[in-house]
């Protein structure tokens, strides 16, 4: 005799449609909300300086101002093309360079037997309850010693080193599979050629997450491009933004375009690693 099939009664199919439809209304209602400041940048940017303070709010304005960027670009005071060079020159630098550093260090503390491996690794730690402030003016005083004013070394050198990235990086490798590295040295691979040759080829997931963190930071940095460079030919995209808001000037469309501009190369780092942001932090096992 065959057992009776259980079936679900209807209104229980009627709830499951109405939750699914719940929260995709919800994340439309959150997509538009998330949305609203992209599309200011770009309604202010394409706008006049009337349209953007004009107290009657419409949708577009009226007519669409394309030779905004024409002007951004060629305006004589702000060298915009220049700076978004410079950022994106000290971006990619900082990425790489903090990717290698941070992850031989890492490297280095899960892996190589080292007695004051442990101290070392919360000596590192204890830097990250530094406050930025503290360090900021000695930072400056040997920059300028060295003469890296207004250079891109001087806005670059000393951010290579992340100590969060570090950390990230240690508790990652600390549960690498072992049996991985002991087929390497039994090839014969010590463990120089077994991190460049096997660690990190089955660890882009997490170089991805801290790459992609390490870009948004380094693009967006302001105070420390700032201070250091002090001619127009070393100002980052952060800086030149500051300059379209003076006491003197404010030029409203200008500074929107701009950012509209700057917030690009973001969107297309974030839109191709997005997937591994996520991997990457969960992978690396920060809540060991």
Same mark, same amino acid.
Request: glycine content about 6%; charged content about 10%.
């Given at each position: 005799? *065959?057992?009776?099939? #259980?079936?679900?009664?209807? #209104?229980?199919?009627?709830?499951?449609?109405?939750?699914?439809?719940? *929260?995709?209304?919800? $994340?439309?209602?959150?997509?538009? $909300?998330?949305?609203?400041?992209?599309?200011?940048?770009?309604?202010?940017?394409?706008?006049?300086?009337?349209?953007?303070?004009?107290?009657?709010?419409?949708?577009?304005?009226?007519?669409?101002? !394309?030779?905004?960027?024409?002007?951004?670009?060629?305006?004589?005071?702000?060298? %915009?093309?220049?700076?978004?060079?410079?950022?994106?020159?000290?971006?990619? =630098?900082?990425?790489?360079?903090?990717?290698?550093?941070?992850?031989?260090? @890492?490297?280095?503390?899960?892996?190589?037997?080292?007695?004051?491996?442990?101290?070392?690794?919360?000596?590192?730690?204890?830097?990250?309850?530094?406050?930025? =402030?503290?360090?900021?003016?000695?930072?400056?005083?040997?920059?300028?010693?060295?003469?890296? +004013?207004?250079?891109?070394?001087? $806005?670059?050198?000393?951010?290579?080193?992340?100590?969060?990235?570090?950390?990230?990086?240690?508790?990652?490798?600390?549960?690498?599979?072992?049996?991985?590295?002991?087929?390497?040295?039994?090839?014969?691979?010590?463990? !120089?050629?077994?991190?460049?040759?096997?660690?990190?080829?089955?660890?882009?997931?997490?170089?991805?997450?801290?790459?992609?963190?390490?870009?948004? @930071?380094?693009?967006?940095?302001?105070? !420390?491009?700032?201070?250091?460079?002090?001619?127009? @030919?070393? !100002?980052?995209?952060?800086?030149?933004?500051?300059?379209?808001?003076?006491?003197?000037?404010?030029?409203? #469309?200008?500074?929107?375009?701009?950012?509209?501009?700057?917030?690009?190369?973001?969107?297309?780092? %974030?839109?191709?690693?997005?997937?591994?942001? +996520?991997?990457? +932090?969960?992978?690396? @096992?920060?809540?060991?």
């Amino acid at each position: 005799m *065959r057992a009776p099939r #259980h079936t679900r009664p209807p #209104h229980a199919d009627a709830l499951v449609r109405v939750g699914r439809a719940l *929260r995709i209304a919800l $994340l439309a209602a959150l997509a538009l $909300l998330f949305l609203i400041p992209f599309y200011l940048l770009v309604r202010n940017g394409l706008a006049s300086e009337s349209d953007i303070t004009s107290p009657d709010w419409t949708f577009f304005p009226s007519t669409l101002r !394309w030779s905004n960027i024409t002007e951004l670009f060629g305006d004589p005071s702000v060298p %915009f093309a220049r700076s978004l060079l410079n950022s994106a020159l000290i971006a990619v =630098a900082t990425t790489l360079g903090t990717l290698v550093l941070a992850s031989l260090a @890492g490297y280095g503390l899960a892996r190589i037997p080292y007695r004051h491996a442990g101290k070392v690794f919360y000596a590192i730690l204890g830097t990250l309850m530094v406050p930025a =402030a503290v360090t900021f003016v000695p930072s400056f005083v040997l920059v300028s010693s060295l003469g890296w +004013v207004s250079t891109l070394r001087g $806005l670059i050198v000393p951010t290579l080193f992340s100590a969060f990235a570090c950390f990230i990086f240690r508790q990652y490798f600390t549960g690498f599979p072992v049996e991985l590295e002991d087929a390497a040295r039994v090839d014969g691979l010590g463990y !120089w050629r077994t991190y460049w040759r096997i660690v990190v080829p089955n660890s882009r997931p997490v170089f991805a997450a801290v790459g992609t963190i390490v870009f948004i @930071g380094a693009w967006n940095s302001f105070l !420390w491009p700032l201070v250091i460079g002090q001619d127009r @030919g070393a !100002w980052t995209v952060q800086v030149a933004l500051s300059s379209f808001t003076t006491s003197q000037v404010v030029r409203l #469309h200008e500074l929107f375009v701009a950012a509209a501009v700057s917030i690009v190369p973001l969107l297309v780092v %974030f839109l191709f690693f997005q997937r591994w942001i +996520v991997a990457g +932090v969960e992978l690396s @096992g920060i809540d060991d």
